[in-house]
């Protein structure tokens, strides 16, 4: 299970996979620009939802519902919300190697979609050392 906090291509977010039940779940936990121009926290303004619209981007849950499949060996049937755009796509996960991942999102067929790669990020010695 590729537990830990993983950094998006671009380097701008953080996202901490985490198990939620037997399933496979992710949120936002640090961003590169995480207050618009006034200093305020970036919201999920694009939410279709007008109820979540106050939420911030950090700690946004943004991936969920992914489980794992032996067969293709990969976390599958899951969800990856964009808060850019509002959007919801299918998507799933695959880990290609201790520090790498594919996080595929798609609409309809998993064939025609966006792949992104991300990359584990490590913790910092007092980081690890630090009380939780």
Known sequence: MPLG?????QGESHIELYRCGEQLCGKIVNLQRSTDAEGHPRLDVHNPD??????PHLGLVVLQKLTYDAGSNRWDGGEIYDPENGRTYSCFVRQLGPDKL???GYIGFALVGRSQYWTRVRKSGAEEAAPR
């Open 102 to 104: 594919e996080v595929k």
């Open 5 to 9: 906090v993983w950094a998006d291509e």
């Open 50 to 55: 007008p109820k979540k619209r106050s939420q």
